[in-house]
């Protein structure tokens, strides 16, 4: 059984950054493809970006392309989500999710972690 757990989120000015962390444990991490969601208040859950196992896939949503960056350690079972230039609207409750496949749905998903942009 995969967990995540996610961390970093907090208050921030737009224009800030912030660096969300992803936990994993359970599993095999090193085979687990791992995605960012958000789901702002009043608003249905989006994708933000996601990463493959090997590190050589990166997905972004077009609304964080050259403002967000995702990465991963492998070594410590943690993925990241560096957030540069935060504007107001993602403003939402992040989330990391993983799966073993590189399609198909996430199976395992974590509780969440806040960030509010303030302008």
């Known amino acids: 059984q995969v967990q995540l757990a996610e961390s970093g989120g907090g208050l921030v000015q737009a224009g800030g950054s912030l660096r969300l962390s992803c936990a994993v444990s359970g599993g095999t991490f090193s085979r687990v493809y791992v995605g960012w969601f958000r789901q702002a208040p009043g608003k249905e859950r989006e994708f933000v970006a996601a990463?493959?196992?090997?590190?050589?896939?990166?997905y972004y949503a077009d609304s964080v392309k050259g403002r967000f960056t995702i990465s991963r350690d492998n070594a410590k079972n943690t993925v990241y989500l560096q957030m540069n230039s935060l504007k107001s609207e993602d403003t939402a409750v992040y989330y990391c999710?993983?799966?073993?496949?590189?399609?198909?749905?996430?199976?395992?998903w974590g509780q969440g972690t806040q960030v509010t942009v303030s302008s």
């Open positions: 990463i493959s196992w090997s590190v050589i896939s990166k």
């Open positions: 999710a993983g799966r073993y496949g590189s399609t198909g749905a996430y199976d395992y």
